[in-house]
Nanobody
Framework: QVQLVESGGGLVQAGGSLRLSCAAS????????MGWFRQAPGKEREFVAG????????YYADSVKGRFTISRDNAKNTVDLQMNSLKPEDTAVYYC????????????????????WGQGTQVTVSS
């Protein structure tokens, strides 16, 4: 079973940047896609960005496209989310997630297709 630990959250002013990192262990990291989700107070958890097992396919939610960048380092078993031009509406708990399917073609955006989740890291963007 995969274990995921996020880091890098915090408080930032609107227009600022943060970099989230997720360290994985417990299975062969390079065989599985990874995703970032977020959940704001009173809202459902939503997909933010995902990257395939080989880094070839990347997908972003429309709300973050052009501002966020997802990347992975299969040698270090990490996946990062660089967040630029942050807005107050980006405030949420951000979760790292591991795809349940090995060697998936493309990027999965549905929560139920991920079988590993981190504990979450809070990102707060002040106006």
């Amino acid at each position: 079973q995969v274990q995921l630990v996020e880091s890098g959250g915090g408080l930032v002013q609107a227009g600022g940047s943060l970099r989230l990192s997720c360290a994985a262990s417990g299975r062969t990291f390079s065989n599985y896609g990874m995703g970032w989700f977020r959940q704001a107070p009173g809202k459902e958890r939503e997909f933010v960005a995902g990257i395939s097992w080989n880094g070839v396919w990347i997908y972003y939610a429309d709300s973050v496209k052009g501002r966020f960048t997802i990347s992975r380092d299969n040698a270090k078993n990490t996946v990062d989310l660089q967040m630029n031009s942050l807005k107050p509406e980006d405030t949420a708990v951000y979760y790292c997630a591991a795809d349940a399917l090995r060697w998936r073609v493309g990027v999965e955006r549905q929560m139920h297709e991920y079988n590993g989740w981190g504990q979450g890291t809070q990102v707060t963007v002040s106006s």
